[in-house]
Structure formats: structure tokens, C-alpha cells
């Protein structure tokens, strides 16, 4: 028997198996995309037929997302199912790894054959199909197992052939299925357990993440906030907030110079510690109108100082809000102005 004539059975069955399986698997994917698009159009006809439509639906003449024209088809929510050439090159590679481990299980086997004779016609198959499941996925570990187990039969089960016909080779081969099943299952099952542990290793890590982050934005929203006191602090302007009930929270030091309170005698005070003295109702008036949401144009007035004296001021109230965008009190900020001069 020439050597073209001994390695062509065996490589010819290796290839009708890859194909089997690259066609197994292709059919296993495509009903299941098939089952996951009916379960999904299923839905979709319960959510249409939970709703009530109106006149304009029936019609076609809703707005999207109702009638007949707003629902989307499972098509558009999933994407098209590859065909099956496609899918046949993009799972050849990893098919044909199965294959090349289990090639290099023969070629040693085959090298080891004038020691080892008939013994261990398995064993070394039994490597490939281990390092099969190391390196790819469940599909391809079972064509690993197979190929080999077709390998064994054909080239170190006596008689030579695809046939077994002594007890011993069928003892010999359920062992072999046996134990490569108990490596798949092992194998996929330890695969498992480390991608849990990866994930929770990863989720671990992003939480770190996002809380450095959360330090980082806190730490960057209170240098801020000192920044802003601070410009606040210096300004030129008298700068004093308050609540929504009129009742002052913070005072500059121009508020000082100018008003003549500290800040520890106004914070806590109401806003009517400066109110002009005809105009008592003139902060929460303001106030009233920055609750409205309305907008306040700059005043020209005179408010009240410490010792009944007053100061002319251009007048400006803004809304204060929070980090949620809720308003939460009010700013004011007093410019004084010169006074007029008099007239000879």
C-alpha cells in the first residue's frame, strides 16, 4: 500500500467530520437567532395588542412608535444571520486548530509506534483534545475528540481500519469518549469559573475606577468651590446670598465695608437688615419673582448701612441653583455708585 494510499481515507474522513461539524454548529446558531427573533416579534404583538390605539394609529397616521408604521420588525433589532460561506471561513480556523492538534497527537503517536506498538492507541489523542479545550471553544474540542478517536481507530486498532472488532477496542474506545467527555466538562467548567473570576476581578477594578473618579471630581468640585469663595471673598462688590425664605448665608468682606455689619452679625439675619427704609417690601418681592422662575432686572436703590445711614447701590438678584439644577436660594450682588453730584 503506497503512502497516498494509507493517508487518504483518514484525511478525507477528518474533512467530511470538519464540515459536519462547521454545518452543525451553523444550524445550531441559526435556529437559535430564529427562536430569539420569534420570542422577540412575540413580544412586540403583545405590547401592540396591550395597547389601546386611537383613531390616528389605525390609520397609519400616528406618531412614531405607534400604529402600524412606529413597530419595528425583529430584523431591525437584530442584525442578519451570516450566510453560510461566511460562517464557514470565520469558524474554519479555529476548527482547523482542533484539527492540527490532533495531527501532532498522530505524528507522535506514529513516531512512538515501533515502541509502544498496539498500546496506548488513545492516549495521545486524549492531549490534543485537552489542548483543544485550552485553546478554543466546546464545538471544536468534541471535533478534536472525534477526529481522534477516527485516527486511533484507523491507524493503531488492529485490524487497520475504520472498524473495531474486538471487545478490547470497544472497552478501549468508550474509555477514550469517556474520559475525553470528563476533560471537556472539566475544562469548560474551570473556563467557566476563571471568566466568573475575571469578571469579578474586572468589576472590581472598574468600581476602583469610578470611585478614584468620584474622589478626583470631588476633590476638583471643592477646589472649586475655594476658587470661587475666594473670587467671591476679594470682589470689589458687595456679594451676599440667601434662601428661598430670605434669610442670608454668606457676606464678603465689601459687604462689610459697605453695609458696616460683619458677616458674623448678617449671616443667619434677614434680607431686610438692608432693606431701603421706603422699600421694606422689596426683597421679597425679588424673591417672590426668583421663585416664580422671573427673570429680575438691576435696581437702582438705596439700602440701609449699619447706624440708619444708606448707600447707593446697582442692585442685581440672580437664582442660585444646586449640582441637581434646583433652585436653591438667591445671590445678590450691590455695586455702589457715587453720589450724584449737587447741583450750585
Known amino acids: 500500500m503506497s503512502y497516498g494510499d494509507l493517508v487518504w481515507p483518514p484525511a478525507l474522513a477528518a474533512g467530511v467530520i470538519l464540515a459536519a461539524f462547521i454545518s452543525g454548529q451553523y444550524w445550531w446558531e441559526r435556529r437559535k437567532?430564529?427562536?430569539?427573533?420569534?420570542?422577540?416579534?412575540?413580544?412586540?404583538?403583545?405590547?401592540?395588542?396591550?395597547?389601546?390605539?386611537?383613531?390616528?394609529?389605525?390609520?397609519?397616521?400616528?406618531?412614531?412608535?405607534?400604529?402600524?408604521?412606529?413597530v419595528g420588525t425583529p430584523q431591525d433589532e437584530t442584525e442578519a444571520f451570516p450566510s453560510f460561506a461566511d460562517y464557514f471561513l470565520d469558524h474554519l480556523?479555529?476548527?482547523?486548530?482542533?484539527?492540527?492538534?490532533?495531527?501532532?497527537?498522530?505524528?507522535?503517536?506514529?513516531?512512538?509506534?515501533?515502541?509502544?506498538?498496539?498500546?496506548?492507541?488513545?492516549?495521545?489523542?486524549?492531549?490534543?483534545?485537552?489542548?483543544?479545550?485550552?485553546?478554543?471553544?466546546?464545538?471544536?474540542?468534541?471535533?478534536?475528540?472525534?477526529?481522534?478517536?477516527?485516527?486511533?481507530?484507523?491507524?493503531?486498532?488492529?485490524?487497520?481500519?475504520?472498524?473495531?472488532?474486538?471487545?478490547?477496542?470497544?472497552?478501549?474506545?468508550g474509555i477514550y469518549f469517556v474520559t475525553g467527555l470528563g476533560i471537556l466538562w472539566f475544562m469548560k467548567s474551570e473556563h467557566t469559573a476563571w471568566l466568573r473570576a475575571l469578571d469579578r476581578d474586572i468589576a472590581y477594578f472598574d468600581r476602583l475606577k469610578e470611585l478614584d473618579q468620584e474622589r478626583a471630581a470631588r476633590r476638583q468640585a471643592a477646589t472649586d468651590r475655594e476658587i470661587l469663595a475666594s473670587i467671591v471673598e476679594s470682589a470689589q462688590d458687595?456679594?451676599?446670598?440667601?434662601?428661598?425664605?430670605?434669610?442670608?448665608?454668606?457676606?464678603?468682606?465689601?459687604?462689610?465695608?459697605?453695609?458696616?455689619?460683619?458677616?458674623?452679625?448678617?449671616?443667619?439675619?434677614?434680607?431686610?437688615?438692608?432693606?431701603?427704609?421706603?422699600?421694606a417690601a422689596l426683597p421679597k418681592g425679588l424673591l417672590d419673582q426668583i421663585n416664580r422662575g422671573q427673570r429680575t432686572e438691576p435696581l437702582q436703590v438705596a439700602l440701609c448701612c449699619k447706624g440708619g445711614s444708606t448707600a447707593e447701590v446697582s442692585l442685581t438678584f440672580s437664582p442660585v441653583n444646586n449640582g441637581a439644577g434646583r433652585l436653591i436660594g438667591a445671590s445678590m450682588i450691590a455695586r455702589s455708585r457715587p453720589p450724584k453730584p449737587s447741583a450750585d
Open 238 to 279: 458687595a456679594v451676599l446670598s440667601v434662601t428661598l425664605q430670605g434669610r442670608i448665608t454668606t457676606w464678603n468682606a465689601a459687604a462689610e465695608k459697605l453695609f458696616g455689619h460683619s458677616a458674623r452679625e448678617a449671616i443667619g439675619q434677614p434680607l431686610t437688615l438692608v432693606s431701603p427704609p421706603n422699600h
Open 33 to 70: 437567532r430564529r427562536r430569539f427573533r420569534q420570542a422577540l416579534e412575540g413580544n412586540q404583538s403583545q405590547s401592540r395588542s396591550e395597547r389601546l390605539p386611537d383613531a390616528a394609529s389605525v390609520a397609519g397616521y400616528g406618531p412614531p412608535g405607534s400604529g402600524r408604521h412606529g
Open 93 to 173: 480556523g479555529h476548527y482547523a486548530l482542533a484539527v492540527c492538534f490532533v495531527g501532532v497527537a498522530l505524528l507522535v503517536r506514529l513516531l512512538l509506534e515501533p515502541a509502544l506498538r498496539d498500546h496506548v492507541p488513545y492516549g495521545f489523542f486524549l492531549l490534543a483534545v485537552i489542548a483543544t479545550a485550552l485553546a478554543t471553544d466546546i464545538w471544536e474540542t468534541c471535533l478534536a475528540l472525534v477526529v481522534g478517536f477516527v485516527m486511533a481507530a484507523y491507524f493503531f486498532i488492529e485490524p487497520v481500519g475504520f472498524s473495531i472488532s474486538s471487545p478490547d477496542g470497544w472497552w478501549g474506545a
